[in-house]
């Protein structure tokens, strides 16, 4: 626990007390999640920290997994893997996504190994490498069935002889496979069947061109999680690392986000006033409301409006009218909240407070647009203990 925040007894409550709205990120669960995993999948773990760790602070999220046992780092874009760099992180960084246009020489230079899903990205490496001289380690991404990312079926056979033409040019050291699965999260499901299939046949075609890549991987959390065959030589894990289990395994995951926020003023409201943009919420009697600072800018889903609640005095407290883009307000009731006391916005549940997953359910989304929607404004506060 950082010594420069006040802790203060509320309604029985000991409350991280905020004057501004404060994520606190769990260390501890962090590192405590990666263990877990890596426990439970019995497979090397590469921790994916894209979209700033998940909303967590990638930098925080990499040290915490690598100290937790992960031995490589995953994120969507070299920017992304870069600034890991600068952060002084050395061990091997997969960066998967990227535009063809990308300049790659930073990413050469930083030791940044490199996804490589069509014939366009594997020709603008190679100019990389002939401009840096530094040969460039690539995955080759296989498209298995999300119409997404990776090469499709009818271009994986050209793009692994042309990585092989390029490996004998000693241009490029093709280390890896990947694919991803797009129905991992419902165990059982025939569509992993064949997109297993599809990725079996994608190697053969890969070994067939020469290539004799060391480490092939698929899946995120939920297939690391509930598919053993999945795992293969590495799973790549992101939600799991913050506390997610889209697949509900039961595995002991630990939420490690706690959205706090000040309580900015508290005014007395009469029967039959407004509350917020239009005439969404009429106050059916007299009551208490309280204003906090985060609206939908901050992560707190607009859509959620009529059915959130936050936690004030050990208490939840609904969540009035529209959220508008900065602000929220709260229906208090009687409680004796007062301006400068913290309202528990999303949490562990521990203390009675909102869940990840329940705002999701809120919402009407999954937990990961959740914790990656927390914007800029938000103060990020790494922690070592639940709170
Ligand atoms: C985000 C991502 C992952 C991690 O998925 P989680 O389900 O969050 O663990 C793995 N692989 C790829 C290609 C991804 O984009």
Same mark, same amino acid.
């Given at each position: 626990? @950082?010594?420069? =925040? =006040?802790? @203060?007894?509320?309604?029985?409550?000991?409350?991280?007390?905020?004057?501004?709205? *404060?994520?606190?990120?769990?260390?501890?669960?962090?590192?405590?999640?990666?263990?877990?995993?890596?426990?439970?999948?019995?497979?090397?773990?590469? /921790?994916?920290?894209?979209?700033?760790?998940?909303?967590?602070?990638?930098?925080?999220?990499?040290?915490a997994?690598? /100290?937790?046992? $992960?031995?490589?780092?995953?994120?969507?874009?070299?920017?992304?893997?870069?600034?890991?760099?600068?952060?002084?992180?050395?061990?091997?960084?997969?960066?998967?996504?990227? /535009?063809?246009?990308?300049?790659?020489?930073?990413?050469?230079?930083?030791?940044?190994?490199?996804?490589?899903?069509?014939?366009?990205?594997l020709?603008?490496?190679?100019? /990389?490498?002939?401009? *840096?001289?530094?040969?460039?380690?690539?995955?080759?991404?296989?498209?298995? !069935?999300?119409?997404?990312?990776?090469?499709?079926?009818?271009?994986w %056979?050209?793009?692994?002889?042309?990585?092989?033409?390029?490996?004998?040019?000693?241009?490029?050291?093709?280390? %890896?496979?990947?694919?991803?699965? %797009?129905?991992?999260?419902?165990?059982?499901?025939?569509?992993?069947?064949?997109?297993?299939d599809?990725?079996?046949?994608?190697?053969?075609? #890969?070994?067939?061109?020469?290539?004799?890549?060391?480490?092939?991987?698929?899946?995120? *959390?939920p297939?690391?999680?509930?598919?053993?065959?999945?795992?293969?030589?590495?799973?790549?894990?992101?939600?799991?690392?913050?506390?997610?289990?889209?697949?509900?395994?039961?595995?002991?995951?630990?939420?490690?986000?706690?959205?706090?926020?000040?309580?900015?003023?508290v005014?007395?409201?009469? $029967?039959?006033?407004?509350?917020g943009? %239009?005439?969404?919420?009429? =106050?059916?009697?007299?009551?208490?409301? #309280?204003?906090?600072?985060?609206?939908?800018?901050d992560?707190?889903?607009?859509?959620?409006? !009529?059915?959130?609640?936050? =936690?004030?005095?050990g208490?939840?407290?609904?969540?009035?009218?529209? +959220?508008?883009?900065?602000? +929220?307000?709260?229906? +208090?009731?009687?409680?004796?909240?007062?301006?400068?006391?913290?309202?528990?916005?999303?949490?562990?549940? $521990?203390?009675?407070?909102?869940? *990840?997953?329940?705002?999701?359910?809120?919402?009407?989304?999954?937990?990961?647009?959740?914790v990656t929607?927390?914007?800029?404004?938000?103060?990020?506060?790494?922690?070592?203990?639940?709170?």
């Open positions: 626990m @950082r010594t420069d =925040l =006040l802790h @203060r007894r509320a309604g029985g409550q000991r409350t991280t007390v905020v004057s501004r709205p *404060t994520a606190l990120v769990d260390l501890a669960a962090l590192r405590a999640n990666a263990r877990t995993i890596t426990r439970l999948t019995g497979t090397p773990l590469l /921790a994916v920290v894209k979209a700033d760790g998940y909303g967590h602070g990638a930098v925080a999220l990499a040290r997994a690598l /100290a937790g046992g $992960a031995s490589a780092l995953g994120v969507t874009s070299v920017t992304e893997a870069v600034a890991l760099r600068r952060a002084g992180i050395d061990v091997p960084v997969l960066s998967w996504l990227n /535009a063809p246009a990308t300049d790659f020489r930073p990413a050469l230079h930083a030791r940044v190994d490199l996804a490589v899903p069509s014939l366009d990205h020709e603008a490496i190679r100019a /990389a490498v002939r401009r *840096t001289g530094v040969t460039a380690t690539i995955h080759l991404h296989v498209d298995i !069935g999300m119409s997404r990312d990776g090469a499709g079926q009818d271009s %056979g050209r793009l692994c002889t042309e990585a092989r033409t390029a490996e004998e040019a000693r241009e490029v050291v093709v280390h %890896g496979l990947m694919g991803h699965l %797009g129905c991992a999260d419902r165990p059982g499901h025939p569509t992993t069947t064949r997109d297993l599809r990725f079996d046949r994608a190697t053969r075609v #890969a070994h067939a061109a020469g290539l004799r890549p060391t480490v092939r991987h698929l899946g995120g *959390t297939a690391a999680l509930t598919d053993p065959r999945a795992r293969l030589d590495l799973c790549r894990v992101g939600a799991g690392l913050v506390g997610i289990d889209p697949a509900r395994t039961g595995a002991p995951l630990r939420p490690a986000l706690t959205l706090l926020a000040p309580v900015v003023a005014r007395e409201a009469r $029967a039959g006033q407004r509350v943009y %239009g005439d969404a919420h009429v =106050l059916p009697r007299a009551t208490r409301l #309280a204003l906090l600072p985060v609206g939908y800018a992560g707190i889903p607009r859509i959620a409006s !009529g059915r959130a609640s936050v =936690l004030l005095h208490r939840r407290c609904p969540v009035v009218g529209l +959220v508008s883009m900065d602000q +929220v307000v709260v229906d +208090v009731g009687a409680l004796p909240v007062v301006a400068g006391d913290t309202a528990v916005v999303l949490g562990p549940g $521990a203390g009675g407070e909102p869940t *990840t997953h329940e705002w999701a359910r809120w919402a009407g989304t999954i937990e990961h647009e959740i929607g927390i914007g800029p404004r938000v103060d990020r506060r790494h922690v070592e203990e639940d709170h």
